[in-house]
């Protein structure tokens, strides 16, 4: 009895996720059209992103709190890059940097930045440029990773600036 239960409690979890994944899906093959080749390649990647954690979950590879936590931060990063594309209006996007606060150290090491104090536009260690909070399901942190001339031209500034 006990097994029944839970195979139906997974088959319902399993036909609510693929029910909700498809939605989304079709939401968002209307709403990439006012973009360009490049943001829309951007949006198709996360949404190959979460055909292939909604294929892990069905296989049962991972649990329910790792579905949940990818598709939330792919939500976050589509969100993002949405966002950007609209207000730019331009056909570029930076690299983009999802993290909730647990997993601050795996962009910054021992020693991340306080969250509080967290400014929008701020530049982190030369490297990061944060870009603001999004809340889908959880909150995640996002950054966009500077490219090579912004860092190196961060780090010619920087060290001008120590010398005498």
């Known amino acids: 009895m006990a097994s029944t239960r839970g195979t139906l409690a997974a088959f319902l979890l399993l036909t609510f996720c693929t029910f909700n994944s498809v939605h989304a899906q079709q939401l968002v093959q209307h709403s990439d059209d006012e973009f360009g080749p490049v943001v829309r390649a951007y949006l198709g990647y996360l949404k190959n992103d979460q055909e292939v954690v909604d294929d892990r979950v069905s296989r049962r590879e991972v649990n329910a709190i790792y579905y949940r936590h990818n598709s939330n931060r792919i939500k976050a990063l589509r969100q993002m890059a949405v966002k ?77 600036v120590r010398q005498p």
């Open 84 to 160: 950007l594309a609209r207000e730019t209006h331009n056909d570029y996007l930076p690299e983009l940097e999802a993290v909730s606060a647990n997993e601050m150290n795996l962009l910054f090491g021992s020693e991340p930045p306080q969250l509080a104090a967290l400014k929008v536009g701020e530049v982190l260690r030369n490297t990061f440029r944060f870009l603001g909070v999004v809340r889908s399901g959880e909150t995640f942190y996002l950054f966009a990773r500077l490219d090579p001339y912004e860092q190196a031209d961060l780090n010619e500034k920087t060290s001008a």
